[in-house]
């Protein structure tokens, strides 16, 4: 069974920063995509970055270019993200999630698998 678990969220000042880890198990697929989402209350869940397993292809929401940034260590099947000038719109719970096709797409129906969530809260 797959498992998806994310750490690292918290509360941070605006300008801050902080690394979320998505630590992944129970997998066998050879070539998938890993992402992370993000929902803030009353909204849509939004992607905002993902990464490809096979070449470390990355792809970016534009609200986040820039100030993001994915990275993956293989032989830990561990996604980090970067969260650098953290804003206070940035506020939500974030997800990591498994795409077993590798789409590198940002829309959460490309997503299989979901872990289940960590809170980033921006605010002085």
């Known amino acids: 069974e797959v498992q998806l678990v994310e750490s690292g969220g918290g509360l941070v000042q605006p300008g801050g920063s902080l690394r979320l880890s998505c630590a992944a198990s129970?997998?066998?697929?050879?070539?998938?995509?890993i992402g992370w989402f993000r929902q803030a209350p009353g909204k849509e869940r939004e992607g905002v970055s993902c990464?490809?397993?096979?070449?470390?292809?990355?792809n970016y929401a534009d609200s986040v270019k820039g100030r993001f940034t994915i990275s993956s260590d293989n032989a830990k099947n561990t996604v980090y993200l970067q969260m650098n000038s953290l804003k206070p719109e940035d506020t939500a719970v974030y997800y990591c999630?498994?795409?077993?096709?590798?789409?590198?797409?940002?829309?959460?129906?490309?997503?299989?698998?979901w872990g289940q969530g960590t809170q980033v809260t921006v605010s002085s």
């Open positions: 999630a498994m795409d077993t096709i590798a789409t590198m797409g940002l829309g959460h129906y490309d997503y299989d698998y």
């Open positions: 990464i490809s397993s096979s070449d470390g292809s990355t």
């Open positions: 129970g997998f066998t697929f050879d070539d998938y995509a």
